[in-house]
């Protein structure tokens, strides 16, 4: 999306390194074909965090296509480090998508990070204010001119006056299954909703693919709640299925700045958040916050709002609203 917005103005060249064995839930190969960009895609290595073997690939290919830039994320920098100590002629980018002081999950790995940026003069793009007020703490050295604020920047296209087929009460969640995105505090909320409030009529759909959809459909049939969730996979049409809810929920332990709470904006729905590090950033007056965990919470808000259309239709205003904040043309920008 960047560089096809880019390219309006100036012909650009990619070249998208993958650095891990092909996801065949998330394959990036062939996706590509845009007006005015090149796209050349190369898999670097057929196993995980192969970092010889990485660098010395890495540093042929730079060494043969001489880029402008080199733009790396989380821990793809390590697979630079040959191509950075034999070849600055171009700059260097690395996107900082979540809390740095949580990075990595390894405080010495952080600071080799630390070291690293310095001694290269990397550029630091933070997707949020708050993980810039992270990164500009954990990466103090570095200085300050350095680091920089760019909103991921997202752009939905809706479809004209959706007309819902059904009066059922929808609630969407968007993410991989797995621990971070915590989707089981998101059934133990709708174990509350339907069988300690008996309202049948509220349902949530789950799409994502990942590691616990085993378990998270074994707790569905425990709590008897198969006609109320459903774990509905990978979609391609996943804003026609955003405009056709209500609200979309996030439970999540912690997150970056997740691009499917922007899309949710576009697609003018109310937001339920947990209470990550950008989560403020994302909510003002179009939703609530809610703590971790607080499974009642979530599912009095919930109630409450089905019940009161006007609040609902006011919310979904201000996420339109708010969701021009983080255009993509901004992002371009």
């Given at each position: 999306?960047?560089?096809?917005?880019?390219?309006?103005?100036?012909?650009?060249?990619?070249?998208?390194?993958?650095?891990?064995?092909?996801?065949?839930?998330?394959?990036?190969?062939?996706?590509?074909?845009?007006?005015?960009?090149?796209?050349?895609?190369?898999?670097?290595?057929?196993?995980?965090?192969?970092?010889?073997?990485?660098?010395?690939?890495i540093?042929?290919?730079?060494?043969?296509?001489?880029?402008n830039?080199?733009?790396?994320?989380?821990?793809?920098?390590i697979?630079?480090?040959?191509?950075?100590?034999?070849?600055?002629?171009?700059?260097?980018?690395?996107?900082?998508?979540?809390?740095?002081?949580?990075?990595?999950?390894?405080?010495?790995?952080?600071?080799?990070?630390?070291?690293?940026?310095?001694?290269?003069?990397?550029?630091?793009?933070?997707?949020?204010?708050?993980?810039?007020?992270?990164?500009?703490?954990?990466?103090?050295?570095?200085?300050?001119?350095?680091?920089?604020?760019?909103?991921?920047?997202?752009?939905t296209?809706?479809?004209?006056?959706?007309?819902?087929?059904?009066?059922?009460?929808?609630?969407?969640?968007?993410?991989?299954?797995?621990?971070?995105?915590?989707?089981?505090?998101?059934?133990?909320?709708?174990?509350?909703?339907?069988?300690?409030?008996?309202?049948?009529?509220i349902?949530l759909?789950?799409y994502?693919?990942?590691?616990?959809?085993?378990?998270?459909?074994?707790?569905?049939?425990?709590?008897?709640?198969?006609?109320?969730?459903?774990?509905?996979?990978?979609?391609?049409?996943?804003?026609?299925?955003?405009?056709?809810?209500?609200?979309?929920?996030?439970?999540?332990?912690?997150?970056?700045?997740?691009?499917?709470?922007?899309?949710?904006?576009?697609?003018?729905?109310?937001?339920?958040?947990?209470?990550?590090?950008?989560?403020k950033?994302?909510?003002?007056?179009?939703?609530?916050?809610?703590?971790?965990?607080?499974?009642?919470?979530?599912?009095?808000?919930?109630?409450?709002?089905?019940?009161?259309?006007?609040?609902?239709?006011?919310?979904?205003?201000?996420?339109?609203?708010?969701?021009?904040?983080?255009?993509?043309?901004?992002?371009?920008?």
């Open positions: 999306d960047l560089c096809v917005g880019l390219s309006e103005k100036v012909d650009y060249e990619v070249t998208l390194l993958l650095t891990d064995p092909d996801d065949p839930q998330n394959s990036l190969r062939n996706m590509y074909d845009k007006k005015n960009v090149h796209f050349n895609i190369i898999q670097v290595s057929d196993k995980k965090h192969d970092v010889l073997k990485n660098n010395f690939r540093y042929k290919i730079i060494q043969e296509i001489q880029p830039f080199v733009h790396t994320h989380q821990i793809t920098l697979y630079c480090l040959l191509s950075f100590l034999l070849g600055n002629d171009f700059i260097k980018f690395h996107t900082v998508h979540n809390d740095s002081h949580k990075e990595f999950g390894s405080k010495i790995f952080r600071q080799f990070y630390h070291f690293l940026f310095i001694i290269f003069r990397i550029n630091l793009i933070s997707i949020s204010q708050y993980i810039m007020k992270t990164s500009t703490e954990e990466y103090r050295l570095l200085p300050r001119r350095y680091h920089s604020l760019i909103y991921n920047g997202r752009t296209s809706l479809k004209e006056n959706t007309v819902r087929d059904d009066n059922k009460f929808k609630i969407i969640m968007v993410g991989r299954l797995t621990d971070v995105k915590n989707h089981n505090a998101a059934i133990e909320m709708m174990n509350i909703i339907c069988n300690d409030k008996y309202m049948k009529n349902y759909e789950i994502g693919e990942g590691p616990l959809k085993n378990e998270l459909d074994k707790k569905i049939i425990e709590l008897e709640l198969s006609d109320n969730v459903f774990l509905k996979g990978i979609t391609s049409e996943i804003t026609e299925k955003m405009q056709n809810s209500d609200i979309f929920l996030m439970t999540s332990r912690h997150e970056g700045f997740p691009l499917s709470a922007i899309e949710a904006m576009t697609a003018k729905l109310p937001m339920i958040l947990s209470n990550f590090g950008s989560a950033e994302l909510i003002e007056n179009n939703g609530f916050i809610v703590e971790v965990d607080d499974y009642n919470k979530y599912a009095e808000i919930i109630i409450r709002l089905e019940s009161d259309k006007k609040t609902l239709k006011t919310l979904s205003k201000n996420s339109a609203d708010l969701s021009e904040r983080f255009a993509l043309n901004k992002m371009i920008d």
